[in-house]
């Protein structure tokens, strides 16, 4: 579904073609070609919109019949509701508060009315699959509650129709007496009526590192997804749902510089792209670096709605005081969102392993990298043993990485330059058993943290490493699963995790937040983690594409394996972002910067065949090609 992007939007033909390509579920594979990169699809502009005019109600109405109309109504293109009201007794619309949150199935056809002939009063039930809600703070969460029911109380108000008459029928005005507070609708008008956007707030300061350490005085953007109404002035909406502060999930790891701020109700603008907005409760004149910080998050939430070609500025404006943010300074923002991202660190190009050597190389030249790491004979513990190799990760600026020893029981670190001649030794080990239960795949977030998780099953445990300190962190799971594998945003707020469940030896996609802790001994944990892909089944790799978009290689029950775009609020389908995968696939790798291409290896059914990375690209439709015919293996960029 729909994302902010900090140099692009997902929008346009690109989009509307890829959107025809993920319903299909169809990808192909040439032999040749350049690489090109993919946009993944937005559910900002999925499919076709439609304007909903909405129906008043009439005498005659059945009560089933008044309740699919109020439905309908209330996902009409009307600020106040004012259509759907007209089918309330006074007494509901002060209970019904549409704005409060909202209640998304999989289908709105109310069952039969009950109400035993009684001409004065009716109950009708609405009983369906419960796919996700919507908060008052426009935060999405996905349910899944496959028993989800609702009743309905409605009373007739007509007057002097003689009711007991053979043609009370038709004279009947049945009106909802009693519903739900929250506005309910099914997932078609949903897409329909509602736009994803991002809002942005800074990163927290770690107060777990001392003072001008990396990471603990930096800021950088962070997205916190919402939903809108696509048309009732979205701009307004987004920015008063910025102005109320981050989700309940994000809050304990961002600030805002809107707090203690009253801004105006209304977002203008104007047709060069213009964005202004007044604050009240701030004196901008004494405050210039909190002016700066509100139109840096204004700017980038506005972005994400309409894309950055329609923004070229915003303005807010104080009784004292004012600041304004251009899109050329957007982009030279220290804190802009990805400014972590490897590419923003001079670390962006794709690397692998060599499967017969061993080495670290680059994929965009082939060539080992300098030092321990790409030289002809790497360390014993590096070496390929039974067509195993161990996992690796590069730091975000290129200039060291972490490798997995073949067995899986050490976890060593090397600089990627020629002064490092030999490896030190390992940063963390395992006891596992055996190397599929050992080390899984190290990840770096944005401020030099690397983080790797240990599957021994006697002690599965997931480790940070930040410089010469090395500790536990604890992660908040589901009772009986654990950790598989783990990748971190660049932002460093938010995990990815693949779950392992023991039972069924399957592992599910889940969204943990980081959070910073002063005084603990892992100094940081991995709390409130959820399931934001309950439709896979299975999940084999993960990789952030985006910075609130994960690209999962997975499939469904009795499916088939695919690649899914999954937002991190969860709310894609699965099946309408789902891309066809080539056979054999093992690894996916993308990245939170939009130029590098989606790349991923499938392993060859005869061994005497070398391995494949193939690359993926273009809209319509996307293909795969191949990227390297030579032996490399484990694609992966920095982080």
Known sequence: ?????????????GLVALTVLVTAGCATMPDSGPPEPVDPPSGA?????????????????????????????????????????????????????PDTGA???AATNPDSSSGDGDPDHATVVLQSQEIAS???????????????????????????????????ATKAQWRISDLPPVLILNQTNFRNAYQQADRYFFTVPDPSLPPGSPGADQSVLVPDPIFVRRRIDPASAAAAALAE?????????????????????????????????????VNFQTSQAQCDQMAAQLYFTL?????????????????????????????????????????????????????????????????????VLGTATVPPALRPAGGQLGSFAVRRDGRAA????????????????????????????????????????????????LWVVDRDPANPQVWLIRGSSRSTVPVDLPDGRTVETIRLSSDGTRAALLLLDPSTKTCSLALGLVVRVAGAQSGAAITDVRAIAPQLADVTSVSWADPDMLLALGKESDGVQQLHYVPTD???????????????????????????????????????????????????PPQWRAYNHSGAVLPAYPG
Request: negative net charge; glycine residues 12%.
């Open 45 to 97: 502009a999925q499919g076709v919109q439609v304007r909903v005019i909405p129906v008043p109600p009439r005498d005659g109405q059945s009560p089933r019949q008044v309740l699919q109309n109020f439905l309908d109504a209330s996902i009409a293109d009307e600020h106040d509701y004012q259509t759907a009201r007209e089918y309330l007794t006074p007494e509901a619309v002060k209970k019904w508060q």
């Open 570 to 620: 969860g709310s894609g389908s699965g099946t309408d972002n789902a891309l066809q995968a080539v056979d054999g696939m093992t690894v996916v790798a993308a990245s939170e910067d939009h130029a590098d291409q989606v790349l991923a290896d499938s392993k060859e059914q005869d061994p005497k065949e070398q391995d494949t990375i193939y690359s993926l690209f273009g809209t319509a």
């Open 1 to 13: 579904m729909g994302s902010s992007r900090t140099s692009r939007r997902w929008a346009g033909s």
């Open 245 to 281: 502060g981050p989700s309940d999930w994000l809050k304990p790891a961002v600030r805002s510089a809107f707090d203690g701020t009253s801004p105006a109700a209304t977002v203008t603008a104007d047709a060069t792209g213009s964005y202004k907005l007044q604050i009240d409760g």
């Open 134 to 168: 919507l908060d008052g703070k426009h935060t999405y969460r996905a349910t899944s509650d496959p028993h989800y029911s609702a009743s309905f109380s409605l009373i007739n108000v007509a007057k002097d129709t003689g009711k007991d008459s053979k043609d009370a």
């Open 103 to 105: 209640v998304i199935l």
């Open 402 to 449: 972490a490798v997995v020893s073949t067995d899986g029981k050490g976890l060593y670190e090397a600089a990627l330059d020629d002064s490092a001649k030999q490896l030190g030794g390992a940063l963390v080990t395992s006891r596992a058993p055996s190397p599929d239960q050992g080390l899984g795949s190290p990840s770096w977030d944005g401020f030099g943290g």
């Open 303 to 371: 972005v994400s709605l309409s894309g950055p070609g329609s923004v070229e500025k915003v303005t807010l404006t104080a009784k004292r005081g004012a600041c304004d943010l251009s899109s050329g300074q957007a982009r030279l923002l220290s804190w802009a969102p990805g400014s972590l991202t490897s590419a923003a660190n001079g670390g962006g190009l794709p690397y692998a392993r060599n499967a017969d050597t061993g080495q670290l190389i680059r994929l965009d030249n082939n060539t080992p990298v300098p030092g």
